[in-house]
Every structure is written in structure tokens, then in C-alpha cells.
């Protein structure tokens, strides 16, 4: 099971974290990734981070921006985002996948798991 939250209403420039608790299985082989849906857009990959190495990939568009990680200790996965942007708005999403692959990371069917979304408002 995956809990996302932290979402929130924020202005252009601010900052804001994101935490994924997983919970009821082990992620340790699996890889972490963020997703966002805007309205009306399809869900967009923003970041994965692989578990056991803590390697990262981001998208394009929040690269320098934002920073997955993640704490075993606690099995939560985090994003930093820094410096938002308006079009960042959108529901923010945790997933988990098996395997350590970048092959398909930024593919929402890759997923095996989801959590429930999480809102992120940027106003300019």
C-alpha cells in the first residue's frame, strides 16, 4: 500500500515536499516513481528513485528542481520540488514497480502499485 500526501497550495518560487509511505509488503527490489496529472492532461512521469541503490531519473522538466529520495528506515519515498512553476499544478501520484529497470520508468502501465493522489496548487 502506498499514502502519498503532503500536497498543498503554494505560490510560484516556493517550495514543497511530497512523502510516500509504503506499507504491507517489501519495495526493497522495486523502483519508486512519481507521477502528476494535470486536468484535462495525461499522467506524466516526474521522477523514480531505485530502492536498494537509491539511483535516481528525473523528467526533463523538473530536472534541478526537484529531488526524489527515500528513507528505509521509515519506508517512505520523499520529492522535494523547489522553485515551483504554475505549470507544475496537478494531482501528484507515488508508484511502485518491481525490478530495478530503467527500461519503461517514465510509463504509467509499467506500475504495479499505486497510491491515492495528492493535490499540488501553484499560483502565479
Known amino acids: 500500500q502506498l499514502q502519498a500526501s503532503g500536497g498543498g497550495l503554494v505560490q510560484a518560487g516556493d517550495s514543497l515536499r511530497l512523502s510516500c509511505a509504503a506499507s504491507?509488503?517489501?519495495?526493497?527490489?522495486?523502483?519508486m516513481g512519481w507521477f502528476r496529472q494535470a486536468p484535462g492532461k495525461e499522467r506524466e512521469f516526474v521522477a523514480a528513485?531505485?530502492?536498494?541503490?537509491?539511483?535516481?531519473y528525473y523528467a526533463d522538466s523538473v530536472k534541478g528542481r526537484f529531488t526524489i529520495s527515500r528513507d528505509d528506515a521509515k519506508n517512505m519515498v520523499y520529492l522535494q520540488m523547489n522553485s515551483l512553476k504554475s505549470e507544475d499544478t496537478a494531482v501528484y501520484y507515488c508508484a511502485s514497480r518491481a525490478g530495478s529497470s530503467w527500461f519503461g520508468v517514465h510509463r504509467p502501465a509499467e506500475y504495479d502499485y499505486w497510491g491515492q493522489g495528492t493535490l499540488v496548487t501553484v499560483s502565479s
Open positions: 528513485i531505485r530502492w536498494s541503490s537509491g539511483g535516481t
Open positions: 504491507g509488503r517489501t519495495f526493497s527490489s522495486n523502483v
